[in-house]
């Protein structure tokens, strides 16, 4: 008797097209697939089919899945069959270095359109990271850190990294900026704080680094 393999799921594009026939099951279907699985499966599926598929996932799922290398040369043949709305929710929730190398990968049309699409933050981020080369310093730059005002304690510091650290692409250094003027006054590294009493000045911590 042959043996059975247990029931798992398989990242065929006949299991995404669950969403037509059960968009309950086909979440849950998901759900249990990795990223790299699911952007496979993409990968299979005719550009149109794709987009109606990464438009039923999370915003934040698609994101993750879109950035798979398996996607690397389709991405944008699926971005293009995406409603602007859909579009720009994915774009918004992936990191800033990873919208750009998305964007570079888009017509023109294409980055136009969905540049009007997306929120103000990251219209601001694209239009700022798009002005390097891919392959230089500013190219591959984030602006996804923690900056913090120079008058705050180490509690609320660590608090503030608490709420917003899940969604920073760097955590492990803080800015440390002048209340008033927002300008660079300090570095801290992420372990520098945690060893640091919870009444003291963030500027306080650490030593003098130059900032950069």
């Known amino acids: ?8 799921p ?3 594009p006949e299991l995404l097209y669950l969403l037509a026939a059960d ?3 086909f979440g849950e279907a998901v759900a249990e697939m990795q990223p790299a699985d699911l ?3 993409l990968r299979q599926l005719p550009a149109e089919a794709a987009a109606r598929v990464v438009a039923a996932l999370p915003a934040e799922v698609a994101g993750v899945v879109f950035d798979e290398p398996e996607l690397l040369y389709h991405r944008a043949d699926i971005l293009a069959k995406l409603g602007d709305r859909d579009g720009a929710a994915l774009i918004d929730a992936m990191s800033a270095d990873q919208q750009a190398d998305l964007f570079r990968e888009l017509k023109p049309s294409e980055q136009r359109r969905l540049l009007k699409a997306v929120s103000a933050d990251t219209q601001s981020t694209l239009v700022l990271l ?3 080369p891919s392959d230089s310093a500013g190219g591959i730059m984030t602006t996804e850190f923690v900056s913090v005002p120079a008058d705050w304690t180490v509690a609320q510091t660590l608090a503030h990294v608490r709420e917003v650290g899940d969604v920073k692409e760097t955590v492990y250094a803080l800015y440390v900026v002048d209340p008033k003027t927002r300008e660079l006054a300090h570095v801290i590294s992420l372990r520098e704080l945690i060893l640091a009493e919870p009444e003291s ?4 911590l650490g030593y ?3 900032p950069l």
Not at 1 to 8: G, I, K
């Open 1 to 8: 008797m042959t043996p059975t393999l247990p029931d798992t």
């Open 10 to 12: 398989t990242p065929t």
């Open 23 to 25: 968009p309950k099951e």
């Open 39 to 41: 952007a496979d499966a």
């Open 130 to 132: 798009l002005k390097y």
């Open 201 to 204: 000045l963030v500027i306080d």
């Open 208 to 210: 003098d680094r130059p």
